[in-house]
């Protein structure tokens, strides 16, 4: 039996598992990888205390601050189920279940698919989800970033030191991105903005050679090597049935990050926080700590 158990390993998660560590509580951490988005993240330059740092070398820092407390981490189960009974509260993974007095869920948010023709069946082939990882594979070739939010912007910008071509297929008629983002973008010589345009299918033999678009009515073809998909994320928040979310899917918190359910709290991007940034997350990470922790000690059972 734990004090408590917190889903994920991102930003809110290491933080709320750092903050619950100092607080003596006997923590579980159950999480897929360590970094959850942050380590996709290309360039960072606002988060504060470092000017310039990179996604991977932030994430390095967070696991580093994790691993200096006696916190026991199940890396790579996926959860599957949580339930409370009798005040106790049971995590159940593909590898096995576990019980708490307390939970945070801090299980962040994976990549939407575009669910268009070619899509699985180049997936690893020239479809990948993840520039930081994967864009060196691109090296001097014709590449297609699809979306225009913050991620899809941070993707060519990095694609854009490797690439030949960068071609961004925006479905809206502008960018959500940040501003500095897009000048990075617009003063750029080998990206290629394509406002109100539609990926319609993705081509290709044992590899990506293209994609069909259509532009204001008009069907086109192509040709890249490399299609990275930056369309928007979906919250991991399927295995949390028990627990109020909005239209989108995040769990509903309030400003103690309670969750409908006593006990129960969540932290980070799979919550209905207005903005998504790493932060955020470790802030709002820090707050649910705080908060599980004034639970425990308050109901005494």
């Known amino acids: ?7 994920g390993a991102g930003p809110a998660g290491i933080t709320t598992s750092v903050y619950a560590a100092r607080k003596k509580l006997n923590v579980l951490v159950i999480t897929k990888d360590i970094g959850g988005q942050a380590a996709w993240s290309g360039d960072i330059e606002n988060y504060t205390g470092y000017q310039f740092i990179s996604g991977p070398d932030l994430v390095a820092k967070f696991e580093e601050h994790l691993r200096k407390f006696d916190i026991q981490l199940q890396e790579g189960e996926l959860v599957s189920d949580i339930q409370k009974v009798d005040n106790i509260i049971t995590v159940k993974t593909d590898k096995g279940s576990y019980e708490a007095r307390a939970a945070i869920i801090a299980s962040g948010k994976s ?4 669910n268009v023709p070619g899509e699985k069946e180049f997936k690893n082939r020239g479809v990948t989800y993840c520039a930081t990882c994967d864009g060196p594979l691109f090296a001097g070739k014709d590449v297609a970033v699809i979306g225009g939010g913050n991620s899809a912007l941070d993707a060519a910008i990095q694609l854009m030191r490797i690439a030949r071509k960068v071609y961004l297929i925006n479905i809206t008629s502008e960018f959500s991105g940040d501003a500095v983002m897009q000048e990075s973008i617009n003063n750029s010589k080998i990206a290629a903005v394509m406002h109100n345009t539609e990926i319609t299918a993705i081509l290709g033999d044992k590899f990506v050679s293209g994609i069909k678009i259509k532009k204001e009515g008009k069907d086109e073809i192509l040709a890249v090597q490399g299609v990275f998909v930056e369309a928007g994320l979906i919250p991991n928040s399927g295995f949390a049935k ?3 979310k909005n239209n989108y899917s995040e769990i509903k918190i309030n400003s103690r990050n309670e969750t409908s359910i006593p006990g129960i709290f969540a932290a980070g ?3 209905d926080v ?3 940034q790493i932060i955020i997350a470790a802030g709002e990470g ?3 700590a705080l908060s599980a922790f004034r639970y425990l000690i308050q109901h005494k059972f």
Do not use: G, N, P, Q
Not at 111 to 114: A, V
């Open 1 to 7: 039996m734990y004090d408590l158990i917190i889903i």
């Open 111 to 114: 990549s939407r698919e575009l």
């Open 242 to 244: 028990i627990i109020e």
């Open 269 to 271: 991007d799979v919550t």
């Open 274 to 276: 207005a903005e998504k």
């Open 286 to 288: 820090a707050k649910a």
